[in-house]
C-alpha cells in the first residue's frame, strides 16, 4: 500500500521530466513537488501547491505555432481579402513578417513588435490581428481589458490568497497553447485605476520588448518568456494612455474611410455578408450602386462602418419582408 500523497507526488515529477521545461522552472516545480510530498491530501496547502504545478505543466514554455518560412505575397492576399484600404497598418505587418522570415534562417530570435492600432470604431483593428493571425497559422487570443482596475488581473494573485489564480496574460497564454501567439489587448485606452492599483503601470513590463522576456506573476513566481508573443493594443483615444505605456508601443492611425471607400467595402464584403445573414440569395436581392451611394453620402457619418453595416442589413431585412 502506497501514501496516495506521495504517489500523486512521483506521477507529477514523472510529468515534470517529461513537459521539457526550462531548467529554472523545472527545478521550482520539483521543489514545490517535495513539498506536496510532505502534506496530507486534506490540508488546505496541499490542494494550492497541487493546483500550482498543474498550472506550471499547462503552459506553453517552449511550445510554438505557425512556420516562419512563410509566402509573404499569401500574407498579403489574406489581408487584402478580409480588408480595404489600411495601407499602413498592412505594411507594418508584412515588414514584421519579413524580418521573422529572415531571422529564421538565420536561428536568431526577434522580440515580438508591440503594435497599438489607433482609430475610430468599426475601422477594423482587432480583426487586423485576426487576419495576421489566420494567414500565417498562429494561435490567436484577444482580452479586452476595458475597464479593468485591478492590478491582479494583469499581474496574478500572490498563492497567500484564498482562490489565488495567475493574471489575465498567463491565462491568455495557457488558452492559446503556444509562446508565440498573437496576443490582442482590446481597448487598452479604457483601462481603469484605483486604491488596488494600477493596471497601466503593471502592463509596463508586459508591453516592453526589452523587458518581456522575464516576465514575472505573482502567482508563478518565475520568468516567463513573451518575447515570442506579437502583442497588438486597440484604442479609440491615444490621450488618455499614460506616456511610459505609450511610449513603448508603435503607434498606428486608422483614419476613417472615404465615401468611396465606403462603397467599396459594401458592394464588396457588407452587401454579400448581409445577404447571406437575413436568409437569402444573390437572386432574391440586388442592390445597385447607386443604392449603395445614397446610403453612404446620406445616411452615415461615422469614420467606421458599423452604422453602414446596419444600414445595409435594413435594406436586406426590408427585402426580406417583401
Known amino acids: 500500500e502506497r501514501d496516495p500523497s506521495a504517489s500523486d ?9 517529461a513537459a521539457g521545461l526550462p531548467e529554472h522552472v523545472a527545478t521550482e516545480a520539483r521543489r514545490e513537488t517535495e513539498r506536496l510530498r510532505a502534506l496530507s491530501p486534506a490540508s488546505s496547502e496541499y490542494q494550492v501547491l497541487h493546483n500550482y504545478i498543474e498550472w506550471v505543466l499547462a503552459l506553453p514554455w517552449s511550445k510554438r505555432s505557425g512556420d ?45 513588435p508591440i503594435l497599438c492600432f489607433v482609430g475610430p470604431p ?8 485576426e487576419a495576421i493571425a489566420a494567414s500565417i497559422g498562429r ?20 498563492r497567500t490568497y484564498v482562490g489565488a489564480l495567475p493574471g489575465r496574460i498567463v491565462q491568455g497564454m495557457k488558452q492559446a497553447g503556444t509562446n508565440n501567439p498573437i496576443f490582442v489587448l482590446d481597448e487598452i485606452d479604457k483601462l481603469g485605476s484605483d486604491f488596488r492599483g494600477d493596471p497601466s503601470a503593471a502592463l509596463l513590463e508586459v508591453l516592453d520588448p ?17 518575447s515570442n508573443v506579437m502583442f497588438v493594443a486597440t484604442c479609440n483615444n491615444l490621450d488618455t494612455i499614460p506616456s511610459a ?16 471607400e465606403k462603397f467599396f467595402i459594401s458592394r464588396r464584403y ?53
Open 122 to 129: 468599426g475601422t477594423g483593428k482587432t480583426s487586423l490581428g
Open 68 to 112: 516562419d518560412d512563410i509566402a509573404l505575397d499569401k500574407v498579403e492576399q489574406a489581408l487584402d481579402d478580409r480588408h480595404y484600404g489600411l495601407e499602413e497598418a498592412k505594411e507594418r505587418i508584412l515588414e514584421y513578417l519579413s524580418v521573422r522570415k529572415l531571422l529564421a534562417h538565420k536561428a536568431a530570435n526577434a522580440h515580438g
Open 270 to 322: 457588407l452587401v454579400p455578408k448581409q445577404t447571406t445573414e437575413n436568409g437569402l440569395t444573390k437572386d432574391q436581392v440586388e442592390v445597385s450602386d447607386e443604392a449603395i451611394r445614397t446610403v453612404v453620402s446620406q445616411y452615415t457619418r461615422e469614420a467606421g462602418l458599423r452604422n453602414l453595416e446596419r444600414l445595409v442589413a435594413t435594406l436586406c431585412r426590408k427585402t426580406a419582408r417583401l
Open 245 to 260: 505605456l505609450r511610449d513603448r508601443m508603435e503607434v498606428i492611425q486608422l483614419s476613417g474611410y472615404t465615401e468611396e
Open 210 to 226: 526589452e523587458q518581456n522576456n522575464t516576465f514575472r506573476d505573482h502567482y508563478l513566481n518565475v520568468n516567463f518568456d513573451l
Open 139 to 158: 494561435a490567436f487570443y484577444r482580452i479586452s481589458v476595458g475597464g479593468v482596475r485591478d492590478e491582479a488581473e494583469i499581474r496574478g494573485h500572490r
Open 9 to 17: 507526488a512521483e506521477a507529477l515529477l514523472r510529468q515534470i521530466a
